[in-house]
């Protein structure tokens, strides 16, 4: 099955000031959103789902960072990066894990933003509204805590019991008065044990 894309939806914050005080630097968080018909809605229990996974999770995954870069202007600019799916009622969060969890989708991102770590994700089951929950970490050290951001929105008419969706986010800046420091001098202060 191709990918059945109803709509895009994107999702801008720009943080000028944070507990009471003017940021230093404008925190900025971009989201990118794809409401799609979910494959494997009305099959019962379908065991392969690679080859829904192959025909869509790539343009989808190339289509999302397309509309990221735009929001951006540009893969250098992204700092911290996510990702997230909802499926609607009828289907299984497995269904959402799939489309975001292979390289198929999540490479066109990493690649294009230039990233090193993993890509933060949530995956989970609503309907309508359901708000979309985006974590993000830094794209290049997932031990930077300023990054540790969370990007939320809902959009009212999906995912239908039949959709999926399938959202991007991404931050330039981190929060604008970070000061609980980073996981390596807790490391540090904990005498290099991680835990």
Not at 160 to 178: K, M, N, Q, Y
Request: aromatic share 6%; proline share 6%; hydrophobic share 40%.
């Amino acid at each position: 099955m191709p990918l059945a894309l109803r709509k895009i939806v994107t999702y801008v914050e720009t943080t000028l000031i944070e507990g009471g005080r003017a940021a230093p630097r404008p925190l900025q968080l971009f989201a990118a959103a794809a409401v799609l018909k979910n494959p494997w809605a009305g099959q019962g229990f379908v065991e392969d789902l690679k080859p829904e996974i192959h025909a869509i999770a790539p343009e989808l995954g190339a289509t999302l960072t397309a509309e990221i870069l735009r929001l951006a202007g540009s893969g250098e600019a992204v700092e911290g990066y996510g990702k997230a799916a909802i499926v609607g009622t009828s289907g299984e969060i497995e269904h959402a894990s799939a489309l975001i969890h292979t390289l198929r989708f999540g490479n066109h991102y990493r690649k294009a933003v230039g990233a090193k770590s993993y890509l933060a994700f949530t995956n989970t089951r609503g309907g309508p509204n359901t708000p979309v929950v985006i974590p993000l970490m830094d794209k290049l050290d997932e031990g930077r805590r300023s990054h540790y951001l969370t990007i939320q929105f809902s959009i009212l008419d999906a995912p239908a019991p039949d959709e999926i969706v399938v959202a991007l986010g991404a931050s330039i800046g981190g929060r604008p008065h970070h000061r609980i420091g980073d996981r390596y001098q807790d490391l540090k202060d904990l005498g290099g044990t991680d835990v």
